[in-house]
């Protein structure tokens, strides 16, 4: 286990990146979230009991590993309690695990309010949110004018702000959405709860997570979402409004880029998007329907069916170069058991004059069309497999092929969704 690893998604998120970082948490001593909020929704199983998380860091699942919610992080009050509380019901007491920093900015009712009323008013082009706030709570931060968890800490100059926002809030839902406003009294008891709740955990995570790497002890930063995402790198204008990448990682953790010691990418065997949006490689068929019922296919945030399709090899291999990917996790290999053959995307080409092109951040995933290289698929169960040796040819085939396309090695294949179910032992 490196000093310092980023775990990030490679394609548009839920590649199953909570289990990989669950599994790699077990020897470290710290596990930090830097960017998104509680859009995301990591799904982890252990010992045959379901965890879903979506703010707190995959590492809680582990006694004694210390759990960080960078500067990056947009917070709901009411999801953070929320988690704590559920998690504490089974777990038993967390908070003293968990570290909060103060630039974290906070998502209000009203900024929910805005993102419903915005994917309404869009109609046919609406992004499909997770409708959690997430978008109007970034563009509050950027524009300077949002609440941080530290406002909560002076109290006169909060509501001040609080009510200067919520009114500016309130004027666009009303004057431009024609839909109903947020009682601004509402929102400041729900802060004055929430500021007592939260303050045992807010500290100054930049400065206590260079400690422990200046001790010697192991972090892992766990990314959100994925790489096609990423509001500057990903398939603009649908993606979600944090950076996903792994600059994302260094802004949001305040960690410098030289204590990265390893990214480890996560790509599911096939790809997966919730929301709208182009999708080359999309099934929308018989294969589709199969990957998705197999795969479980259901977004963990919002219950959404996922869509699906094969893996796209052409945008997988500019998330790995962009994000200085230096080993990859493949997940979900089993759902693509009992293919005759799998298709993998090796090329795009551009809709009109035929030509052959890469992804980058300003292609237009809608006006190409993907190309595949078919291979053999294989028959024989992988579900729950642990060891390399034991795969059947085709899939270690499936395997070599990714790697020789994409120039980074699989180093773990995830066969199940349990903890036990992954392989490891790849050289
Ligand atoms: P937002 O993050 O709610 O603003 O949604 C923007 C886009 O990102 C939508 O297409 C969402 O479906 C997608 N998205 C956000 N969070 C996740 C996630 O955790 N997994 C997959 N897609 C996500």
Redesign the pocket.
Known sequence: MCACAVVLGLQ???EGKGKVVDLVAQHADAVVRFQ?GH???HTLVVKNEKFILHLIPSGILHDGVQCFLGQGVVISPDALRGEIMELESRLGPIRDRISIHPACSIILPSHIEL?LAREHAKGATK??????G??PTYEDKYARRGIRIGDLFDWEQCTSKVRDLVAYHNFLLESYYSTKTVDIHGVEDQLQQFRQFVEPMVRDTTQALRDLRDSGKSIVLEG???AL?DIDLGSFP????SHTSIGGAITGSGLPPQSIDQVLGIAKAYTT?????PFPTEQSNEIGKLMHSRGAEK?A??G?DRRCGWLDLVALKSAVKVNGVTELCLTKLDVLDGFESVMVCTEYKQDGDGSSSGYSSKTDLSRVSACYTKLSGWYESTHNLTEFAALPKNAKKYLEFIENCIGVPIKMVSTGPSRAATITDRV
């Open positions: 548009w998120g839920d998104g859009n995301a929704g993102d992004i499909g949110t997770t409708g959690k997430i978008g959100a979402q994925g995402l649908y993606v979600t409004s998007r919730v929301g709208n949006g977004g945030t919002t959404r």
